[in-house]
């Protein structure tokens, strides 16, 4: 497959759901798209053994590359068990790209018990995003809590971005939650939606309560 994609000029979206790829079969697919000048969306998602240190490294290579840095549009890599820390690592391959579109829901981004880190990990990544294309962010199902809401912030406010839409259902939010993202849509002048729902400690019980709304 890495070697017809590296040749094939009229594929623009690969779809690599599901496919139990390991790091080894990643690491071949990436060969190929290497070489590849047509393809405009990348997705991943529904592989949760394939984001390992290394394959996020490769990843970040080839989203630096000039075709794939100018021309892709969509990276999908949801449900692939990205967490905080392995973001970080992502960070340097989105930046300055012209992805439009960025899926990252159903990972661990919030999920690790030490909520410092967490914190720490996702504000370096929200300050220091330079996506001046991206305009939907998802990170539905992240337990991204508390910490999560305090780097998203750093999204909320930056001028320079222009994210339109943001997904954020079901990541553990409560009222504390709400008056965080509140302090950061205060001069928020790009953003059209904003969807929290589904929040609090499981989908049956939503911790948000009148006083957060």
């Given at each position: 497959?890495?070697?017809?994609?590296?040749?094939?000029?009229?594929?623009?979206?690969?779809?690599?759901?599901?496919?139990?790829?390991?790091?080894?079969?990643?690491?071949?697919?990436?060969?190929?798209?290497?070489?590849?000048?047509?393809?405009?969306?990348?997705?991943?998602?529904?592989?949760?053994?394939?984001?390992?240190?290394?394959?996020?490294?490769?990843?970040?290579?080839?989203?630096?590359?000039?075709?794939?840095k100018n021309n892709l549009v969509?990276?999908?890599?949801?449900?692939?068990?990205?967490?905080?820390?392995?973001?970080?690592?992502?960070?340097?391959?989105?930046?300055?790209?012209?992805?439009?579109?960025?899926?990252?829901?159903?990972?661990?981004?919030?999920?690790?018990?030490?909520?410092?880190?967490?914190?720490?990990?996702?504000?370096?990544?929200?300050?220091?995003?330079?996506m001046p294309d991206l305009e939907?962010?998802?990170?539905?199902?992240?337990?991204?809590?508390?910490?999560?809401?305090?780097?998203?912030?750093?999204?909320?406010?930056?001028?320079?971005?222009?994210?339109?839409?943001?997904?954020?259902?079901?990541?553990?939010?409560?009222?504390?939650?709400?008056?965080?993202?509140?302090?950061?849509?205060?001069?928020?002048?790009?953003?059209?939606?904003i969807y929290i729902g589904s929040?609090?400690?499981?989908?049956?019980?939503?911790?948000?309560?009148?006083?957060?709304?």
């Open positions: 497959m890495g070697e017809i994609l590296a040749t094939n000029t009229h594929i623009i979206e690969f779809y690599a759901e599901n496919c139990q790829l390991s790091d080894d079969n990643f690491d071949a697919l990436m060969t190929g798209l290497q070489s590849n000048r047509s393809i405009r969306t990348l997705n991943f998602q529904n592989n949760p053994d394939v984001i390992t240190s290394a394959s996020i490294s490769r990843l970040s290579i080839h989203l630096q590359t000039r075709y794939c969509v990276l999908a890599l949801c449900r692939t068990n990205l967490d905080d820390k392995v973001l970080r690592t992502l960070l340097s391959g989105l930046n300055d790209t012209r992805i439009r579109q960025l899926f990252l829901n159903n990972n661990l981004l919030g999920a690790n018990t030490d909520r410092l880190r967490v914190k720490e990990n996702l504000s370096y990544c929200f300050h220091r995003i330079n939907e962010l998802y990170l539905v199902e992240n337990e991204l809590g508390r910490e999560g809401c305090e780097a998203i912030q750093y999204l909320l406010r930056n001028d320079n971005t222009r994210l339109k839409h943001l997904s954020l259902f079901r990541n553990r939010f409560d009222d504390s939650c709400c008056r965080i993202l509140a302090e950061g849509l205060k001069d928020n002048n790009h953003l059209d939606t929040n609090g400690s499981s989908e049956s019980l939503d911790s948000i309560t009148s006083k957060g709304w």
